[in-house]
């Protein structure tokens, strides 16, 4: 099992999480609960992470990462493939009919 990702959110991981699993990629999310003990650790060590749980998906796995980030940060909208309804660039399934976008 290896680290893959801090997210800056709970949903953020999670959303990430859904995308690995979309992949095959069995994930974890650690630290949903870590956010009560902010101010006795650092922030950052309450932040939510993801870890990959098998060693050999580490790969793909950040190559979805490096989408995920990438993604995000264009900002340009994403029509889906399945009912080619326009959906905002950051989103990584389709509001409507919630199929994996990109």
Not at 49 to 76: C, K, M, N, P, Y
Request: aromatic fraction near 8%.
């Amino acid at each position: 099992m290896k680290k893959l990702y801090r997210a800056a959110n709970l949903p953020e991981a999670h959303l990430l999480r859904g995308l690995l699993a979309q992949a095959g990629i069995e994930a974890l999310v650690f630290n949903e609960n870590a956010q009560g003990g902010v101010g006795q650790l650092p922030f950052t060590e309450a932040w939510p992470e993801v870890w990959v749980a098998q060693d050999r998906d580490l790969a793909r796995a950040r190559d979805i990462v490096e989408s995920f980030e990438g993604r995000s940060a264009t900002g340009a909208d994403l029509r889906c493939p399945s009912c080619a309804e326009d959906n905002p660039g950051s989103f990584q399934s389709c509001w409507r009919c919630g199929a994996a976008l990109g």
